[in-house]
């Protein structure tokens, strides 16, 4: 069985542009999260698609959005990039939003804002 | 606001001895607390967990303890390993958000020959 796929794996954009990166998920897996990896920060939660509808959201601002689609394939944009959004963007697929303990994640796609 | 602490950023092991990570939450609120293993390059991959009902839970060399009075809970591995030599992450999550885990800045473990 394929495991989370992300792409691209790394990007390079430049401040105020915009960004869109890409996850499908496990086979059968319903339920995507996103988290921004930064250098001293850990993994930080920034949200939660299942059956197309976001179910949880974290602390980030509104220029960081996603979608669902109906294959499950999530994607997340980042409008108006800044600086500091440079980091390491995982996603993680479980069959469902109750089991953490299943929850896989992808290689990530490292994204570098100059 | 940290929510899940862990307070060393590295952890040096001779091969065989045993490894205790540390973790340290504020949130009274979790009910859930997971580690996860990661190598460079890679995404986090899941190592053990442990409900706030338990106090133990063994997994062959990997054994979480919790201890909700304190909010502290540890990973301890052994015997420990070269390969096991990785960046471990403690993670936490409340009820009904089983998805949305709040993780700590990680430990990185070398295990030395």
């Known amino acids: 069985k394929a495991g989370v796929t992300q792409t691209p794996r790394y990007l390079i954009k430049t401040r105020g542009q915009q960004v869109t990166l890409s996850c499908s998920p496990i086979?059968?897996?319903?339920?995507v999260s996103w988290y921004q990896q930064t250098p001293g920060q850990g993994l930080q939660f920034l949200f939660e698609?299942?059956?197309?509808?976001?179910?949880n959201k974290g602390n980030f601002p509104g220029r960081f959005s996603g979608r669902q689609f109906s294959n499950s394939r999530s994607e997340m944009n980042v409008s108006t990039l800044e600086l500091g959004d440079s980091a390491l963007y995982l996603c993680a697929s479980s069959p469902n939003p109750t089991s953490s303990e299943k929850l896989f994640f992808g290689s990530g796609t490292q994204l570098s804002v100059l | 606001d940290q929510q899940v602490k862990q307070n060393s950023p590295s952890l040096s092991v001779q091969e065989g001895r045993i490894s205790i990570l540390n973790c340290d939450y504020t949130?009274?609120?979790?009910?859930?607390f997971l580690w996860y293993k990661k190598y460079p390059a890679e995404g986090p991959t899941f190592l053990i967990s442990?409900?706030?009902?338990?106090d133990k839970n063994e997994d062959g060399r990997f054994t979480v303890f919790l201890n909700k009075s304190a909010k502290h809970l540890s990973l301890h591995i052994v015997p420990s390993q070269p390969g096991d030599s990785a960046v471990y992450f403690c993670a936490a999550s409340g009820a009904g958000t089983a998805s949305k885990l709040t993780f700590g800045t990680g430990t990185r473990l070398q295990v030395t020959l």
């Open positions: 698609y299942f059956s197309e509808t976001q179910r």
């Open positions: 442990i409900s706030s009902i338990k």
């Open positions: 949130n009274s609120m979790f009910d859930y």
């Open positions: 086979s059968g897996h319903r339920s």
